[in-house]
């Protein structure tokens, strides 16, 4: 599989370009407009598909299971070595935050912090956050992660996100 791994840096490239040229040949003083990106560089986390009529079958282990808010109180099944993204809608701007809750560590690991992405670009808007899990070893876990304001301790969950993950050899 083929990945153009800078497809944010091409953008950049053509709106300066652009930029630039809309000033005329003749402008010796050429404002450039500020531009952000952020480029992802990390490796996929799953191998290609082997090609029709091969023998080889991707590793265990490397396996990649995306959820959604739509899985909402479902269960799932994961490899052990099987990597778990969870992604669910909030907005850090009002205070609420997600975390996880009573989570089994010898079952299923959280890989890093959540990373939120905002959904556009209005001030207070809301985004996501992307969770991701390692399953350790076979067992059944519950992914459970709660939308709250951590400084509000005596205050349930606004909401409360629960999937059972079945984690098979």
């Not at 944010?8 to 990106?37: D, F, H, W, Y």
């Not at 099944?77 to 010898?106: A, K, M, R, Y």
Request: aromatic share 6%.
């Amino acid at each position: 599989m083929n990945r153009n791994r800078f497809p944010g840096c091409l953008i950049a490239i053509v709106i300066l370009l652009t930029a630039c040229s809309s000033q005329g040949a003749g402008s010796t003083n050429v404002a450039l407009p500020t531009i952000q990106a952020t480029v992802a560089t990390s490796e996929p986390l799953s191998s290609p598909e082997p090609a029709a009529g091969s023998d080889s079958e991707p590793k265990k282990g490397n396996l990649v299971l995306d959820l959604t808010e739509e899985q909402n109180g479902s269960k799932v099944t994961l490899s052990v070595d099987g990597i778990l993204h969870v992604v669910v809608s909030g907005n850090p701007t009002t205070g609420f935050t997600w975390e996880t809750q009573n989570l089994d560590t010898s079952l299923l690991q959280q890989q890093a912090e959540p990373v939120y992405t905002r959904s556009n670009t209005l001030v207070g808007g809301g985004g996501t956050f992307d969770f991701t899990f390692k399953a350790i070893k076979p067992g059944d876990a519950t992914l459970r992660l709660i939308y709250h304001r951590t400084f509000e301790k005596d205050t349930p969950p606004a909401r409360i996100y629960e999937v059972t993950v079945n984690i098979q050899t």
